[in-house]
């Protein structure tokens, strides 16, 4: 079983839909969670980052940790066009020292 | 304030060879951290420095080694080259503290090795 498992799609959404985008991990260790988006061809972009337990929102962006379950959400609300990208979970331990081990990301397209 | 900034964006090497990779972190980003990303693996950690040392390292064979200068810009060096180091190696830069799991990546180099 890998540390973190993602669904690497693709998902195709029109323009407008709330989008769902998932991880588990079985490293109970894992304190830090990211999302990143990246582009084609480009490095990958933080979008958010929470610790431990918890809801953050950011604009249209929410994340979502439920360590009980060892799940991790990002929710994309009214998505745009130039949402499509691939979204990229990353997580870490302290013990770790700073090593994020990623998903292998899951690409989303958007359409208008 | 700039962004990271990664030298050269795209490198052709053969078989044997050996290659330099170079990182420029955001201004005060002291710690830097190099990933290697590939269609099958994804992105894989390779290590991590900080005040010019080497603070943590992950599964690679010693072939991949890097340093850090005293302006925190890093380079990574990957020798006897092999056709499955074909990759977009990335590099990426944070804080210290509680900020140290943020960390902001450059746009990467892409190696192919033929």
């Known amino acids: 079983q890998k540390e973190v498992e993602q669904d690497p799609g693709p998902l195709s959404v029109p323009e407008g839909a709330i989008v769902s985008l998932n991880c588990t991990y079985s490293?109970?260790?894992?304190?830090?969670f990211m999302w990143y988006r990246q582009y084609s061809r480009k490095g990958p972009e933080l979008l958010m980052y929470?610790?431990?337990?918890g809801n953050k929102e950011d604009g249209r962006f929410t994340a979502q940790v439920d360590k009980s379950s060892k799940y991790i959400s990002l929710f994309i609300r009214d998505s745009q066009p130039s949402d499509s990208a691939t979204y990229l979970c990353?997580?870490?331990?302290?013990?770790?020292?700073?090593?994020?081990?990623f998903g292998k990301g899951t690409t989303l397209s958007v359409s208008s | 304030k700039a962004g990271v900034t990664q030298t050269p964006r795209y490198l052709i090497k053969t078989r044997g060879q050996q290659v330099t990779l170079s990182c420029s972190p955001i201004?005060?980003?002291?710690?830097v951290s190099w990933y290697q990303q590939t269609p099958g693996q994804g992105l894989q950690f390779l290590f991590e420095?900080?005040?010019?040392?080497?603070?943590n390292k992950g599964n690679f064979p010693g072939r991949f080694s890097g340093r850090q200068f005293s302006n925190s810009r890093s380079e990574m060096n990957v020798s006897t080259l092999e056709l499955g180091d074909s990759a977009l190696y990335l590099c990426?830069?944070?804080?210290?503290?509680?900020?140290?799991?943020?960390?902001?990546f450059g746009p990467g180099t892409r190696l192919t090795v033929t």
């Open positions: 490293n109970s260790a894992f304190q830090y």
């Open positions: 929470t610790y431990s337990s």
């Open positions: 990426a830069s944070s804080l210290e503290g509680q900020l140290r799991y943020e960390q902001y």
């Open positions: 201004s005060g980003h002291r710690s």
């Open positions: 990353a997580m870490s331990a302290i013990q770790a020292g700073t090593a994020l081990i």
């Open positions: 420095y900080f005040s010019e040392t080497q603070r």
